[in-house]
């Protein structure tokens, strides 16, 4: 047994109970000599006003604020404070009744807790912040008004890839590891998402002194306790806002999407969907107005279908696929194709050519002037069978991979949450829907961008700033730069900093026989219309096919009307990239906005006659007919569900009244007589009602339809 | 003591289970404190396994098995597979390298399915064990300088593997350990250089660099001048005068600022300056000027210690009472359960409360203390400290971080703060205890 140092023994006993000794002389210091902490626990004492700090403003590219800030108040509540409370007058001021203040009051209780303010009523109208600013002192006992910053749009543009705002619900509020608290504003959607960590800042805490009638009479202990908010830091992006602001004109009243992007930088230009809406009508107390409205709405205006619809390219595709058969060496731009009106190499006939005879694709240049279906048709099938790789598998495989270079069917990877990938289907999908056996014939329409062949306007967008750059692209995206740019902030910029170089081993004459081709659509060929005075324009035109299913039937709808361009052709500063659903020919309805957008962009002004296109072209009505039919069939379907759930036929009543001759009235809507059998009966059907109910009561012989992700109208 | 008693009870030291029993009562009543909403039935809640008191209860239930399972165990058990515990914390350790997940901004924590372990935790366990049976062994002799490396080393792997894990609050824990070696024979020496360069560091953070400087130098010179005939007789003294100063300052202008910018995490340089009340200088080599100037020396750690400071002193004298604690009941204090759950004694039942609370502490640091003393064979004696050592070090961080001491380490209050894992570590290595306590009389090695 060792006794060796146990005099040690003492001392590290003396070493604890010095160590408690001083543990227990600041305890006593902070709890029974200093009494501010005690004031500060006391919510009558001392007062603790949360700020939210400013979100960051979005600056467009000449500086100009997009996105702005102003203030508005909550009427906040602390409900275990509430003292000899005129509830009457408190309602009236707030325009609701007794028993609405009373559910509202246990709703808070039970959410935050009787300690704690909560919102009574967040974002106050101006009339009702102006009545309850006079009247606060009568409720000055646990009421309180509480600034709050909220979005403005000083051009009312942005509202698809702005995104919105809104209160961050239980579940962020989990994930967010203690970051957000109830009450906080977070980025739903669009930029307001995706850098919602730059905007947001840091909220700041301020103890202020109460007197014994409950008003602030200054700082508690000078601010010792407070934090200072941080203001959320600003975004420059490369939006031109007058472009965007003519492109969401142009826009209005049809189904569709526009994308401007700078091919040097890869700097999103404007970027709109149709139908677009003035994006202040998401802000503050408009919001749960607008929001439930646009829930309903068939024609979905909070869809951003620049990133999230999927269409048939068409014949915008072309250009893409002399390109690929130009780089495998399998055409060269002398290479003609006799087309006479139909290509019937794989003897069905198909596809008919808009023109026939007359040498019109007699060589590369041509055939894309004049948008040739039976050369690309063919060029496509020359490439899927090429020799080189033996076999239509492998080689349809090597297309595909010039088609990912290109950037569809793939995530581009823009500065927006969700974005679709379009879809380039990959061999094993035409195994298995023909069962393994297929050849080039069988998907020859993939020549000209139909088929199974989807991709975004992004897409195709970038894609044109890929032949307008001669192989390389960056990333799209919208923000140039963050103020005070971090190492973090740089982290997520960096890979819009990239130069990606997929294909600049096509050579510089294999892509400036597609763009003399492309000048020649605008000069000579389907789009002369587009053509501006002293800008090359090089361009595509595109009129795809497109089906919808209704009861399980496919009804062909009128044409998507698509274009891309990008000009001026010696030295691209925009590429363009537009698609007005079911507005027939690519030359009538989207090349003149695409070409109105470039003359803006590149003119900075518009000429007296192309003013008079826009107007004319704004106040044109291209909303797809059979938006109306849905409409109904939503409509009426939900509030059949209403009917069946609450015994409630107050909402059904509307649409058994029109029974009596539903037939006539809803083939004058559409104006497709004979495809509209289906819809005889209201029967319930739709995607909306998948949103705004549960998803059982969506019966079970529609669930396809719910399923369909291609919102091609 | 009842040495009559047959079978579990037989030499069990009956002070220390009832202590056990008390705190982990009193950190159920805690967290009870915490979490209890108005309206939950108490008695259907606590054995619903849904709230947190009601799991802290049935972790316990656990605890006790095991505990219980330990004081049926043979003593020699403990000391013939210390070496290999502590190989398999080291293996488990390494382990968290290519399996851990990120949970919370850590990286030690393995998963299998819903179940959660941190080897980090564990591994004091096996330290504890591995350096007793290190300097129980005949053939060591502490006085010299190779067997002292050797169970430097056996502490301090643990360490170096946790702050490879980002964890340096659990590596801080094995520093600890250094109480024990002190006991053993470790020269006071090493320990006074230890605390001077930690208020070296601490005069870095506090002192601005070049006045800090001059003070050095300052103090160099008048040492030199008053013991200037020494110096005289022998040169070498000089040469050592100079040598320490050169060290002190290299420390403080290049040691100093290489630890806060490349070895530590941005968070924890932050939780270190904001103890004193400065901005981090080093943040603007990695880390974002943020709009504002001033405005971010308020972060979120600082956020914490505020909050937990107006806590604890608003309970006053005597406290609110036990669900009366306006503060912790309502979610001001971030981590309360866990980590803060200290504030919430002192909310609820006030300075008396807490220094109720510290004294059970103390109390069962002593009896530890006298267990040990009380052993026949080094190698308990050792163990009984070490316990005593990490319990020591995890009270004193965890509650001095809380009152503002400290900067914020992530440690829990042993037996109180709400979580399996550590409330089950310290279940073991108190029951280890109890149990070679109770064989005291036999020579263990």
Same mark, same amino acid.
Request: aromatic share 12%.
């Given at each position: ?97 007794? !028993? ?17 303010? $909560? ?56 994930? $967010? ?138 014949? *915008? ?7 690929? !058969? ?72 090597? &297309? ?37 056996? &297929? ?35 960056? *990333? ?77 039937? =496919? ?31 690519? $030359?009538? !309805?989207?090349?003149?906005?695409? $070409?109105?957008? #470039? ?39 939900? !509030?059949?569900? &209403? ?36 819809? =005889? ?7 909306? #009602? ?21 919102? #091609?109208? | ?343 919430? /004694? ?21 009896? /530890? ?77």
């Amino acid at each position: 047994m060792s006794v060796f140092n146990q005099s040690r023994s003492y001392i590290i006993r003396i070493l604890f109970v010095v160590v408690f000794l001083l543990i227990i002389a600041q305890l006593f210091n902070l709890q029974v000599v200093s009494s501010k902490y005690q004031k500060l626990a006391q919510e009558n004492a001392v007062f603790r006003k949360v700020i939210y700090p400013p979100r960051g403003i979005v600056y467009d590219r000449k500086n100009r604020a997009i996105v702005n800030n102003t203030l508005m108040y909550d009427l906040m509540v602390t409900p275990s404070e509430v003292k000899g409370l005129d509830t009457a007058y408190l309602c009236q001021l707030l325009e609701i009744d007794t !028993a609405e203040f009373k559910a509202r009051m246990l709703n808070l209780i039970f959410k935050n807790g009787r300690y704690r303010p $909560s919102a009574l009523e967040p974002l106050l109208s101006n009339e009702k912040y102006a009545r309850l600013q006079e009247n606060m002192w009568r409720f000055n006992r646990g009421f309180f008004l509480q600034e709050r910053p909220v979005r403005t749009y000083p051009f009312n543009v942005g509202a698809h890839f702005m995104g919105y705002i809104g209160e961050a619900d239980p579940k962020i509020i989990a994930q $967010s590891n203690g970051f957000y608290q109830p009450g906080d504003y977070v980025g739903r959607s669009g930029l307001e998402a995706y850098y919602e960590r730059i905007l947001m800042g840091q909220r700041g805490v301020q103890f202020l002194i109460k007197d014994n009638k409950n008003r602030l009479v200054g700082n508690y202990e000078n601010g010792e306790f407070d934090t200072a908010f941080v203001a959320g830091r600003g975004l420059r992006t490369y939006v031109d806002v007058e472009v965007q602001k003519l492109a969401e004109k142009l826009m209005t009243n049809k189904v569709g999407a526009v994308v401007a992007i700078e091919p040097k930088t890869g700097g999103i230009i404007a970027m709109t969907s149709g139908p677009n809406f003035d994006p202040s009508l998401l802000t503050g107390s408009n919001f749960k107005k607008t929001y439930g409205k646009f829930v309903l709405d068939v024609s979905r205006p909070l869809l951003n279908r620049a990133i999230k619809g999927q269409y048939p390219p068409g014949s *915008t595709f072309k250009p893409l696929g002399g390109l690929v !058969a130009l780089d495998e060496g399998l055409i060269t731009p002398s290479f003609g194709y006799p087309c006479g009106g139909r290509y019937y190499a794989c003897g069905i006939g198909k596809p008919a050519c808009t023109h026939s005879g007359g040498g019109h694709a007699a060589t590369l240049r041509l055939a894309i002037a004049n948008s040739c279906n039976s050369y690309f048709t063919h060029v496509y099938r020359m490439a899927a069978d090429n020799p080189k790789y033996g076999g239509v598998k492998k080689g349809y495989a090597k &297309w595909r991979e010039y088609m990912n270079a290109f950037g569809l069917g793939t995530r581009i990877g823009i500065d927006l949450p969700s974005e679709d990938k379009g879809n380039i289907p990959d061999t094993s999908v035409y195994n298995k829907v023909y069962r393994n056996v &297929w050849s080039s014939c069988t998907n020859l329409t993939l020549g000209i961008g139909q088929d199974m062949m989807t991709a975004t306007p992004l897409q195709l967008a970038n894609a044109m700033c890929i032949i307008a750059n001669k192989g390389y692209y960056y *990333t799209p995206h919208f923000v140039k730069s963050v103020d005070n740019e971090s190492k973090e902030d740089t982290a997520i910029l960096s890979k819009f900093r990239v130069k990606h170089e997929p294909l600049t081993h096509i050579s510089d004459s294999a892509f400036n026989a597609v763009i003399w081709g492309m000048q020649d659509v605008v000069t000579a060929g389907t789009a002369r219309g587009a053509a501006i005075p002293g800008i090359n324009i090089c361009a595509k035109t595109g009129t795809a096919q497109n089906f919808r299913f209704i009861n399980g039937k =496919k009804i062909e709808l009128n044409e998507n009307s698509m274009f891309v361009c990008f000009a001026p052709r010696e030295n691209p500063k925009i590429a363009v990239a537009v698609v007005v659903e079911n507005a027939g020919f690519g $030359s009538t !309805a989207a090349a003149p906005i695409a $070409s109105l957008l #470039v003359e803006k962009f590149l003119n900075d002004t518009l000429r007296p006659e192309s003013v008079k296109k826009a107007q004319a072209m704004a106040e044109k009505n291209l909303m797809p007919s059979i938006l109306a039919l849905e409409q109904h069939i939503a409509d009426s379907a939900r !509030a059949y569900k &209403w009917y069946e759930m609450y015994k409630d036929s107050s909402l059904i009543n509307k649409y058994l009244n029109r029974k009596s001759s539903p037939t006539e009235k809803k083939d004058s809507d559409t104006k497709q007589p004979d495809k509209t059998e289906p819809a =005889k009966k209201p029967t319930p059907a739709p995607q909306r #009602v998948a949103i705004t109910f549960r998803a059982e009561t969506v019966l079970p012989e529609e669930r396809y339809i719910v399923k369909r992700k291609t919102p #091609v109208v | 003591m009842n040495r009559n008693n047959v079978g579990l009870s037989k030499g069990i030291d009956v002070i220390m289970v009832w202590l056990y029993l008390l705190l982990v009562s009193i950190g159920i009543m805690a967290i009870f404190a915490v979490t209890y909403r108005e309206g939950d039935s108490i008695v259907a809640s606590f054995f619903s396994f849904q709230t947190d008191y009601s799991k802290q209860f049935y972790f316990f239930i656990i605890a006790a098995f095991i505990g219980i399972f330990i004081l049926l165990t043979d003593s020699k058990f403990f000391t013939a597979t210390a070496n290999i515990w502590y190989a398999v914390g080291i293996f488990f350790m390494l382990l968290v390298f290519p399996f851990h997940s990120n949970v919370k901004g850590t990286e030690s924590i393995i998963r299998f399915g819903g179940f959660q372990f941190q080897p980090a935790e564990f591994c004091k366990v096996s330290v504890c064990l591995a350096l007793s049976k290190y300097l129980s062994r005949p053939d060591t002799d502490f006085t010299k300088g190779r067997s002292q490396l050797i169970a430097m080393a056996i502490a301090l792997t643990p360490a170096m593997l946790s702050i490879m894990q980002s964890e340096t609050g659990l590596a801080l824990v094995y520093f600890s350990f250094f109480l024990v070696m002190y006991r053993e024979g470790l020269s006071p020496t090493i320990l006074v250089i230890g605390f001077s360069m930690a208020v070296l560091v601490v005069a870095t953070i506090v002192v601005e660099p070049n006045t800090l400087a001059i003070i050095l130098t300052a103090i160099a010179g008048i040492y030199a001048y008053f013991n200037r005939r020494q110096i005289k007789r022998r040169k070498s003294s000089l040469v050592t005068i100079i040598f320490v100063w050169l060290l002190c300052v290299g420390v403080q202008r290049f040691a100093v600022p290489f630890i806060f910018t490349h070895v530590l995490q941005k968070h924890q340089v932050e939780r270190i300056f904001s103890l004193f009340g400065k901005d981090n200088p080093y943040a603007k080599g990695f880390m974002a000027v943020q709009e504002g100037g001033d405005a971010k020396k308020e972060g979120v750690n600082d956020y914490n210690v505020k909050q937990s400071k107006i806590a604890i002193g608003s309970g006053g004298v005597v406290g609110k009472g036990l669900l009366n604690g306006t503060q912790t009941r309502y979610d001001f204090v971030p981590e309360q359960r866990t980590d803060f759950i200290f504030c919430t /004694i002192g909310e609820g039942f006030g300075f008396v409360g807490t220094t109720l609370l510290l004294v059970i502490y103390l109390i069962l640091l002593f009896r /530890i203390v006298t267990l040990a003393e009380r052993q026949r064979s080094v190698f308990s004696r050792c163990y009984a400290y070490g316990v005593a050592a990490v319990f020591f070090f995890h009270i004193t961080i965890n509650v001095a971080m809380t009152v503002g001491l400290a900067p914020v380490i992530g440690i829990p209050l042993p037996l109180v703060s709400y979580g399996g894992t550590a409330l089950l570590t310290f279940t073991i290595l108190l029951f280890i205890l109890i149990r070679l306590d109770a064989d005291r009389q036999m020579v263990l090695r």
